[in-house]
Each structure stands twice: as structure tokens, then as C-alpha cells.
């Protein structure tokens, strides 16, 4: 670390502690707790641009697909929306899946021709009228239960940190699949395609409702600590306030978030450690090699086309994280605000 980066480091540090006292610690500390979710997302983006030379614009699709991982984990189960139209919702699914890999086996195992293309149109439309058939009218029947409270599906009811690695997850997932057909592309036509892609990902969670419930949000997603209101009904934590001269109402909100700040640096902490190993490997230096010259780096035997996806897919998988962290700071799903 350079004397610049130790400067720009204590500037920070100096501004949040004159937000603290000049203004409130409560304002210091949501700022702090931004900018560590900020760093994490930034560590990823960093793999992919700085490692590898990918110019990615794409972050908040993934990003996005990390809060959804929230809600599908940590939510509660709407059971009456389960029950009228839950099971045909994943036959839906399953048959889209099936129509999808039916067509790469056409398409593999039929000669070139005019029989192929045929074979292809008829059996893609087919699909789309089956899964439209059972789709829609099971979105139908589970928007229509309590639009105004659910409306959706709901979660597994699971503990919410375990959303932040299934966050990470359905990052690497989308982002290895976008990587097989978009990492061909280079410099803008790449930056294009990511950015086209994470927009239908925001239009996808804006608009279908029975899985996050789209522009209505969803609100009170558990967290990984305790609530202000169950701190200030706790007899121990109101005299400690007290003794501190700290107004208890005060005294939760500034606990809760540092809580939030300790969970954030520790996964920060662990994430830089991680990177800096990686970047000092000889993955680390491959990786850096291919980045400055990658004709040369393909005629060492470098596949640099298997290494931009595996930096691709590791880069996307830390946004879906960061992603995943700042859905449980806000408690709520808001897709409208992923810009």
C-alpha cells in the first residue's frame, strides 16, 4: 500500500468521524456501512476489469440477482399462493427448461438443412404455447392472493445469512451462462451485451410479481441482528445506555449498525485477503498475463477464453454477494433501484 492509498484512507476516516460528530453517528455509521458493501461489490468488479481486462457494465443485474437470493431464502413461505398455483409454476419451469434442452438436442443431432430449421421452429413454438398454457394462469391465481401484503411465493423461511452465499451463487450461475455466448465479444460490443443482459434481469424482477412481487417491494426481510425495538424493551442493554449517558432509542440504532459494520468488514477482510493471494499466485499472474497480451499468453498454452469465464464468473459471484449484503442492510427488495 502506497503513502497516496494510506492518505485517501485516513481522508475517509477523517470525514466520517467529522459526520459523527458534526451531524450524528447514526449518519456516520449507515455511510461506513455503505462503503464496506460498496468495497466488497468494487473487489468484484476489480477481478473482472483489473485481472482480466473485461469491461463488465453489467454489475447491478448481478448484483440484483443477490437480493433476489434473499428473499428466496429468507423470506417466509406464502402458502396460500403455494397452494393455488406454486406446483404449476415449477411445472412451468421444468417444461421451459425441457424445451430448451429439446432444442440443443435438435439442433445437434439433426443434419444441416431446411429439415433442421424446421424442426427447430415447430418445436419452439410448441414449447412456448405448453409453457404459456400452465404458466399464466398459475401467476394468475398467486398474484391475486393479498396483492397488497404478498402476492408472491415467498422464501424458505431460512436464516438470512445463508442468503449471501445463494446470492453469490445465482451470480456465478447467470453470470457463466451470459460468459459461454457474450465473452467472444471485446472491449464495447462486451460492455454493450452485459449491460442488455442486466437490464432483463431488473426488467425480469420488475415485473414478475409472484416472484418479488415487482415495483411493490418486499419489506421486512429478516435480519442478522437484533431489532432497535427489542434492544430498548431489554432492561440490561437500556441501564448500560444509560451508564454510557447514551439515549437508549440512540443507543440501539448505533449498536445495530456497527453490528451490520462487523459482519461487513469481516467478509470484506476475508475477500481482500482471499484476492491478494489469488493476484500473487501464478493463477494470479496468468491472469495478468493474458490481460496484457493475450495472443501472446494462447501461444504459451494459456486457454484464455476458459480463464475470462472463470474471472468472469468468480468477479460476478462477489457483486451477487455484495448484492445479497445490502438487501439484508435495507430489509427490503426494491428492484426499482438497481441503476
Known amino acids: 500500500m502506497t503513502k497516496r492509498d494510506i492518505g485517501l484512507f485516513v481522508l475517509v476516516a477523517v470525514l466520517l468521524v467529522g459526520t459523527g460528530l458534526l451531524q450524528s453517528w447514526n449518519a456516520a455509521l449507515y455511510i461506513l456501512n455503505y462503503g464496506l458493501i460498496s468495497a466488497v461489490m468494487a473487489l468484484g468488479v476489480n477481478m473482472q476489469w483489473g485481472y482480466a481486462g473485461l469491461f463488465n457494465i453489467g454489475v ?107 446470492g453469490a451463487l445465482f451470480a456465478a450461475g447467470a453470470a457463466w451462462v451470459i460468459g459461454k455466448t457474450a465473452l467472444g465479444l471485446r472491449a464495447d460490443y462486451l460492455a454493450i451485451a452485459t449491460l442488455g443482459i442486466a437490464e432483463i434481469i431488473i426488467a425480469v424482477l420488475k415485473n414478475e410479481d409472484w416472484l418479488s412481487r415487482g415495483v411493490k417491494n418486499v419489506n421486512g426481510i429478516p435480519r442478522p441482528v437484533p431489532y432497535e425495538v427489542d434492544l430498548q424493551a431489554s432492561a440490561a442493554f437500556v441501564e448500560k445506555a444509560q451508564a454510557l449517558g447514551l439515549d437508549p432509542t440512540t443507543a440501539s440504532t448505533i449498536f445495530v449498525k456497527l453490528l451490520y459494520a462487523g459482519l461487513f468488514a469481516v467478509v470484506l477482510i476475508a475477500l481482500l485477503w482471499l484476492s491478494e493471494k489469488a493476484l500473487k499466485s501464478p493463477w494470479g499472474r496468468m491472469m495478468r498475463a493474458i490481460r496484457d497480451n493475450e495472443t501472446a499468453a494462447a501461444a504459451m498454452g494459456k486457454d484464455v477464453t476458459r480463464r475470462h469465464l472463470q474471472v468472469f464468473v468468480l468477479g460476478s459471484a462477489i457483486c451477487g454477494l455484495a448484492g445479497a449484503m445490502m438487501i439484508t442492510y435495507d430489509s427490503q427488495l426494491t428492484p426499482g433501484s438497481f441503476q
Open 60 to 166: 447491478m443485474g448481478f448484483t440484483a440477482l443477490g437480493g433476489l437470493a434473499v428473499v428466496l431464502v429468507a423470506m417466509a413461505p406464502v402458502g396460500a399462493a403455494w397452494s393455488a398455483g406454486g406446483s404449476h409454476v415449477l411445472l412451468a419451469l421444468a417444461v421451459g427448461l425441457g424445451v430448451i434442452l429439446g432444442a440443443i438436442q435438435i439442433w445437434r443431432r439433426v443434419g444441416r438443412g431446411a429439415l433442421r430449421g424446421l424442426a427447430m421452429v415447430v418445436w419452439l413454438v410448441a414449447g412456448f404455447f405448453l409453457y404459456r398454457a400452465i404458466f399464466d394462469p398459475a401467476v394468475s391465481a398467486i398474484e391475486a392472493i393479498d396483492p397488497a401484503a404478498t402476492g408472491y411465493l415467498g422464501g424458505l423461511g431460512l436464516p438470512v445469512l445463508l442468503a449471501w452465499p445463494v
